[in-house]
């Protein structure tokens, strides 16, 4: 399986502010997922991250508001802009193992005041 | 669109008891992926078994086992002897054998489970 780090675990951020969370991988793979859990919910996806071509975004979000970088087949980001309490969520990151299951980043708590 | 429905949302076992979590789920597909994961207060998800719909053999991981019924579109979890570590939120989700962005996992609302000592 693998390892998944992210930055930052957590962070308390002003409304209209943007906050960009890593995820870096231990190696290299193709798609990288991005998912959005709001508190007590379960996770939805936001967006499909493929290195080399532009971020899938789900119905719903738009790459204004999460912009996705995928500079190479270890590393994305996705970034939270113009924020308001509603962003506030856990954001996780995660990747396709070889039996078609997916790790996951421990998340990224995101509290918006 | 598939849909994965959890309708508990919460559950109680005694510790060295067997619990179970039911899960149904909804597709046109006819090949499939289907998975349990666990969350526990760390919020790490924990991968905790897998199923592939093409195989009729139930998956067992050590004292996680599913009852996987395919016509009811079923994907239930036992979990045996229950330990005070399986205190967490699970999570049914349904990934479609397509690849690239369709790889997706659709997941369940979630239940949480307790552990009574």
């Known amino acids: 399986s693998a390892v998944i780090s992210q930055k930052p675990s957590r962070d308390i951020c002003q409304r209209g502010t943007s906050l960009t969370i890593q995820c870096q991988v231990d190696s290299q793979v193709t798609m990288m997922f991005w998912y959005r859990q709001q508190p007590g919910q379960s996770l939805t996806l936001i967006a499909t991250a493929n290195q080399g071509s532009e971020a899938t975004y789900e119905s719903g979000f738009v790459i204004d508001k999460f912009p996705i970088s995928r500079p190479n087949l270890t590393f994305s980001t996705l970034t939270v802009s113009n924020m308001s309490p509603e962003d506030s969520s856990i954001y996780l990151c995660?990747?396709?193992?070889?039996?078609?299951?997916?790790?996951f980043g421990p998340g990224t708590r995101l509290t918006v005041t | 669109a598939q849909t994965v429905t959890q309708s508990q949302p919460e559950m109680s076992v005694q510790e060295a008891e067997t619990v179970t979590l039911s899960c149904t789920y909804d597709?046109?597909?006819?090949?499939?992926?289907l998975f349990w994961y666990k969350q526990p207060p760390s919020r790490q998800m924990i991968l905790v078994i897998r199923?592939?719909?093409?195989?009729?053999q139930n998956a067992t991981e050590n004292r996680f086992s599913v009852n996987f019924q395919k016509a009811a579109k079923s994907f239930s979890l036992k979990i045996s002897d229950s330990q005070l570590g399986d205190a967490a939120m699970y999570f049914c989700?349904?990934?479609?054998?397509?690849?690239?962005?369709?790889?997706?996992?659709?997941f369940g609302k979630g239940i949480t489970l307790s552990v009574r000592p």
């Open positions: 199923q592939e719909a093409y195989k009729q």
């Open positions: 989700a349904y990934r479609s054998t397509h690849t690239g962005a369709n790889s997706k996992l659709t």
């Open positions: 995660s990747v396709g193992g070889e039996r078609a299951e997916q790790y």
């Open positions: 597709t046109s597909e006819s090949d499939y992926y």
